[in-house]
């Protein structure tokens, strides 16, 4: 139980802004509950991000303009970080699936 609820509280913390649980006090369906509604705030981000990115698809073809202002400079490296953070939260989510 403690490990599981530990890996739910990693979930939790992995996402900003969505809370924090204690995993030596929480119950499995709290640390359940917690992870689930850590998992939907980033799935709501990724939602925004996405729209974002196919706001600006039209762009991308402008690398000089991408590679000069350093405004700009920064969102392709953005994306591969959240696209990695992506990744990461499914598999443990994932995981977290298995073991409940």
Known sequence: RLAYCEYCALLVRSVLGSGSINAKSATVPEASEAAKSAMALNNERKEIWEKWLAAVKPWADLRDAMQA????????????????????????????????
């Open 69 to 100: 202002r350093p405004d700009v400079a920064g969102a392709l490296a953005d994306l591969k970080m959240a696209q990695n953070s992506v990744k990461k939260l499914r598999e443990a989510a994932e995981r977290a699936e298995e073991k409940t």
